[in-house]
């Protein structure tokens, strides 16, 4: 999979199949809201387990009961890449 970076095109249209999921700055973002802390944090790591099977790793944030994953391709000056919509596809897989 490619790491070069996506145009501003191509990221609208991968959103567009991305429910929850939004640009901020060169990065795509989303939040889960759960019952309860616990459950954000077996989610976190499920993330975290899927994010080191790809070697493509997100940025997890927990507040409580929210989950908040960011992601964004290094190795493509910290910009949107399709390694980025391909995680980002599978983490809603796994959350939603």
């Known amino acids: 999979m490619s790491d070069q ?3 501003e095109g191509e990221i ?4 567009s199949e991305l429910p929850g999921w939004k640009h901020v700055r060169d990065r795509l973002e989303a939040t889960w809201t759960f019952d309860g802390h616990l459950q954000a944090l ?15 790793h997100a ?21 949107v890449s399709a390694k980025d919509t391909d995680l980002a596809r599978a983490v809603s897989a796994l959350l939603d």
């Open 12 to 15: 609208e249209l991968a959103l």
């Open 59 to 79: 940025d997890l944030t927990i507040a409580y009961n929210k989950l908040t994953v960011s992601v964004t391709t290094h190795s493509a000056g910290s910009k």
């Open 42 to 56: 077996v989610a976190a790591t499920g993330v975290g387990l899927l994010s080191e099977r790809r070697n493509h």
């Open 5 to 7: 970076p996506l145009t």
